[in-house]
């Protein structure tokens, strides 16, 4: 796709994650936003994947290790064919296959349930090893908060990875600077990231703007050229992207517009796809 074509669907996975989390009446619509351009990259560009053959054999494998920004992952899926679009706004339904975090029994697409932060890496760890011994050549990726980094299991997964000299995964972390209690640095900080992730034996991709595919794509590339050694991407990013009123604001971490925000938001929106158009 060309750079125009992911513009346009990233602002289609967005309207997306606002239509599910305002339908629901609850979420995580910042973070969702945030990562929305790395989601759409992921699915529209980067990973091998079928949305007929969901299940293909030698697919490339997402792990979304913050499970809660399942509104992203599932507008990325639901654009990219997995299922319905119209299907977004069943998120946490009594019944619904869409629900809070990501299941991999129920969600067409979703190659691991997650949502215990610190979980996803320490899978993605094991699925790219797994893919070593079998002689697989897919790739493994997995997206963290930068919040998520304060969890201690993700330096175990981290270390492991680094030992096993896991060139296959690619760790990406959304590093918007903020989560549930306040800016990272205040709450408990994992800076420098980049740094730490290179103590680890990671080859590191600073990607300076999560939102300019441009950057995006020569970020993955050179995570796919590395040889040796697991690549992380920190992907700086903007909380609550696209919307206005969400954006850099921690307290749309964890909860669903009302029917004015909506609108106001659908219309930002609507407004950056008429602009898009234009182009």
């Not at 980067?46 to 920004?69: A, Q």
């Not at 990726?141 to 690619?170: I, P």
């Not at 009302?258 to 106001?264: F, I, L, R, S």
């Amino acid at each position: 796709m060309t750079n125009l074509e992911l513009q346009k669907t990233a602002n289609e996975v967005r309207k997306g994650i606002v239509t599910a989390v305002h339908a629901a009446k609850a979420g995580h619509p910042g973070g969702s936003l945030s990562a929305a351009d790395i989601f759409t990259y992921l699915y529209f560009e980067e990973l091998n994947i079928d949305p007929k053959n969901p299940k293909m054999e030698n697919r490339d494998r997402f792990v979304l290790s913050k499970g809660h920004t399942a509104p992203g992952l599932y507008s990325a899926l639901a654009n990219r064919g997995f299922f319905p679009v119209e299907d977004l706004v069943t998120l946490r339904k009594l019944g619904s296959y869409l629900q809070g975090h990501p299941c991999m029994q129920s969600v067409p697409g979703v190659d691991m349930s997650s949502g215990s932060l610190g979980q996803g890496i320490s899978v993605a760890c094991g699925m790219a090893l797994g893919a070593k011994m079998s002689n697989k050549d897919y790739r493994v990726y997995t997206l963290l908060g930068d919040g998520e980094l304060e969890e201690g299991q993700v330096w175990e997964a981290s270390m492991f990875a680094g030992h096993r000299k896991l060139d296959n995964l690619c760790v990406i972390v959304d590093n918007n600077g903020l989560q549930i209690d306040g800016s990272i640095d205040d709450v408990c900080s994992p800076n420098p990231i980049d740094k730490k992730f290179e103590a680890f034996n990671f080859h590191v991709v600073n990607l300076d703007d999560a939102h300019d595919f441009d950057k995006i794509r020569a970020a993955f590339k050179e995570a796919r050229e590395t040889k040796g050694m697991p690549t992380a991407i920190i992907a700086h990013s903007l909380k609550g992207k696209g919307v206005s009123f969400m954006e850099g604001s921690v307290d749309w971490h964890g909860k669903a517009p009302n029917d004015e925000e909506y609108a106001v938001a659908m219309a930002d929106l609507e407004r950056i796809g008429e602009a898009l158009c234009q182009k």
